[in-house]
């Protein structure tokens, strides 16, 4: 039977040069839900990932966005879409404020000064919100990116470990306001490591890494994760 979630895939293929990581993968995000992958160190989390939204091809199967092909060149698609994986860039000349809020301006937020300004102090950057990209920590640029996919209107966010690099209480504080934003509506796809974020956060889970990569509760994946 076909998904019809807002992202959604049927028996897909996922893998690097013909070998699958799992099983094909069936998988539905809707709009309003958290779904999140978890699975041990190179499972294939970051790699189902890519496949959702088009940075991969699938070995078998496609993805569909909002009843279409999944295609990351079409403008629309990736106006919907907004996303923290494994290759943040930031434009190199631009201060960290800069870049929200031409990312924001871009995606024409009307107050974004007001906007930027509440997500540096969320993600506790306002005091470098005048550095470059080059004079940050690596946890502050994480932090940078991950407050990049917050400044802009978003159906979906896709996010690969997005409580890496962070900080007891930022996880916790992040993982609060992704599900405000799940309660508008937005729907949310995350790989995680953290039984906590994945207890506020995901309606359900994808074990990457068994055979069957089946879907499961988050109650049992915590369970699962905190066992180790
Ligand atoms: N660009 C690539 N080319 C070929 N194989 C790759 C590539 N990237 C990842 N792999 C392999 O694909 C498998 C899955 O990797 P992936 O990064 O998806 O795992 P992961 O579950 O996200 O791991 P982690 O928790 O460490 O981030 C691994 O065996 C990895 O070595």
Do not use: W
């Not at 506790?124 to 990209?133: C, Q, S, W």
Request: net charge negative; glycine share 10%; proline share 6%.
């Amino acid at each position: 039977m076909a998904e019809t979630g807002l992202l959604s895939a049927t028996d897909v293929a996922v893998g690097y040069g013909g070998e699958p990581v799992c099983a094909p993968v069936t998988l539905s995000v809707e709009a309003g839900t958290a779904v999140a992958l978890v699975g041990p160190n190179g499972a294939g989390k970051s790699t189902v990932l890519q496949t959702m939204v088009g940075l991969l091809p699938p070995l078998a199967g496609s993805v569909t966005f909002a009843g279409r092909p999944v295609d990351e060149r079409a403008a629309d698609f990736r106006r919907a879409v907004a996303g923290v994986l494994d290759d943040d860039a930031f434009f190199p000349s631009l201060t960290g404020e800069e870049h929200l809020l031409l990312t924001a301006r871009g995606h024409g937020v009307v107050d974004a000064e007001q906007v930027v300004a509440d997500q540096l102090a969320a993600f506790g950057l306002t005091e470098r919100a005048g550095a470059l990209p080059t004079q940050l920590s690596s946890g502050q640029r994480r932090r940078l990116a991950l407050a990049g996919v917050l400044v802009r209107p978003a159906r979906l966010l896709v996010l690969d470990e997005p409580e890496r690099r962070l900080d007891t209480a930022m996880r916790r504080s992040l993982a609060d306001r992704l599900a405000a934003l799940v309660g508008t509506g937005v729907a949310v796809l995350f790989a995680s490591h953290d039984p906590a974020f994945i207890g506020t956060l995901a309606d359900r889970v994808l074990v990457v890494g068994d055979d069957a990569c089946p879907v499961v509760a988050p109650a049992d994946a915590v369970a699962a994760l905190q066992e180790g």
